[in-house]
């Protein structure tokens, strides 16, 4: 299985039997979508989900299957998904998807808190907006590193919960790239040899 990230939150997974895609959002490459089976959002935040983009790839592709929380519905306008929830899990693309999680992390106490919930793909935890520690083996974690609703040591106390051999960033494209800079040394440095940055675009195997 090849594991690409293509800006912010959005990966893609290509499998000899498919491609998946996770959280393609406004700060992600559109490029992610193409020829997709299958689009997993952990949750309604634009970021997360670009909404033009997935209508733009259900009218070239209408086989295209989309997944997410039942909170969705407030933002596809009618665009048609399947709805999932923690405990679920999903055959596709040769693979299986679980399903992680319920809440979005806290941003600020008057911000109400909307559903998330994360995918773990073949033991790859993709976590959304949320610190929530799987109750399955990770062989790699996809950490968030930067948001609203996260400090820097949250971000490290979660690494070392999850306990991943294999961790890369994701969620970061509201930093700079000095910003990119410091927060990878800070990790690098806390975390270890685990903790592997991959450029957006470039697939790795997992």
Known sequence: MRLTKFGHSCVRFDTDGGAIVIDPGV????????????????????DHCND???????????????????????????LPFTVVSAGDAIPVA???????????????????VVPNVGYLVDGVFHPGDALTVPDLPVRVLLAPVAAPWMKLSECVDFIRAVDAPVVHPIH?????????AIVDRNLMHLIGDPYQRIADGTPVDV
């Open 172 to 180: 970061d494209a509201i930093l700079s790239e000095d910003g990119i």
């Open 27 to 46: 700060f992600s490459d559109p490029a992610a979508l193409d020829g997709a089976d299958a689009v997993f959002i952990t949750h309604q935040h634009a």
């Open 52 to 78: 033009p983009e997935l209508r733009r790839l259900l009218e070239d592709q209408p086989e295209t299957v989309f997944y997410g929380p039942e909170s969705l519905a407030d933002v596809l306008g009618g």
């Open 94 to 112: 040769g693979t299986e998807v679980k399903v992680v999680g319920r809440h979005h992390a806290v941003i600020h106490p008057d911000i109400p």
